[in-house]
T-cell receptor
Framework: DSGVTQTPKHLITATGQRVTLRCSPRSGDLSVYWYQQSLDQGLQFLIHYYNGEERAKGNILERFSAQQFPDLHSELNLSSLELGDSALYFC?????????????FGEGSRLTVL | DAKTTQPPSMDCAEGRAANLPCNHSTISGNEYVYWYRQIHSQGPQYIIHGLKNNETNEMASLIITEDRKSSTLILPHATLRDTAVYYCIVRVGVGSGNTGKLIFGQGTTLQVKP
């Protein structure tokens, strides 16, 4: 158990819909990272938040948005869903203090768009 | 961040050492080498990292060549539970203009066989 909690674990929805994925980082961790993993694309970095502020943006579509709240949990919002958005979405957090390069990943949210 | 090259797949007999190579010939002096693994759609798991010196922890050893252009991850006594995709990632440390995000490649699928 990494200490990172993601909900929901599974989600099935239809094209055109909107969903919200939630991530609670490990206690005390200020950074939250979101990744998308689809069969044909591998693990793709989406976005990084640090203590409520966006720090880096990767291959995140304009239909997707994220935020980190004052209690440090984060949400990834996916809208106007397409079949190709079906994927595993992982959240990770990293500890305060000296950088070790260790990200702690949650178990992921599996999104299926029908 | 420098690009890495890994073989797409490898086999290893249970109980033997698994040696996973990684080429990072364009690595810069301030870039670290990180290894993660992902067991069947679970969240990726940190294994080990290093800069110049060889490193060892309870999971594995990391051997970095003197010119730092390649490295090898060694699992000393592979078990069936070590079957996973192993990712070699090169990244500057946080604070060197990097946010801490990790960019994953395709990795090496290690199959440990009985």
């Amino acid at each position: 158990d990494s200490g990172v909690t993601q909900t929901p674990k599974h989600l099935i929805t239809a094209t055109g819909q909107r969903v919200t994925l939630r991530c609670s980082p490990r206690s005390g961790d200020l950074s939250v990272y979101w990744y998308q993993q689809s069969l044909d694309q591998g693990l793709q970095f989406l976005i990084h938040y640090y203590n409520g502020e966006e720090r880096a943006k990767g291959n995140i579509l304009e239909r997707f948005s994220a935020q980190q709240f004052p209690d440090l949990h984060s949400e990834l919002n996916l809208s106007s869903l397409e079949l190709g958005d079906s994927a595993l979405y992982f959240c990770a957090s990293s500890a305060r203090g000296p950088d070790t390069g260790e990200l702690f990943f949650g178990e992921g949210s599996r999104l299926t768009v029908l | 961040d420098a690009k890495t090259t890994q073989p797409p797949s490898m086999d290893c007999a249970e109980g033997r050492a698994a040696n996973l190579p990684c080429n990072h010939s364009t690595i810069s002096g301030n870039e670290y080498v990180y290894w993660y693994r992902q067991i069947h759609s679970q969240g990726p798991q940190y294994i080990i990292h290093g800069l110049k010196n060889n490193e060892t922890n309870e999971m594995a050893s990391l051997i970095i060549t003197e010119d730092r252009k390649s490295s090898t991850l060694i699992l000393p006594h592979a078990t069936l539970r070590d079957t996973a995709v192993y990712y070699c990632i090169v990244r500057v440390g946080v604070g060197s203009g990097n946010t801490g995000k990790l960019i994953f490649g395709q990795g090496t699928t290690l199959q440990v066989k009985p």
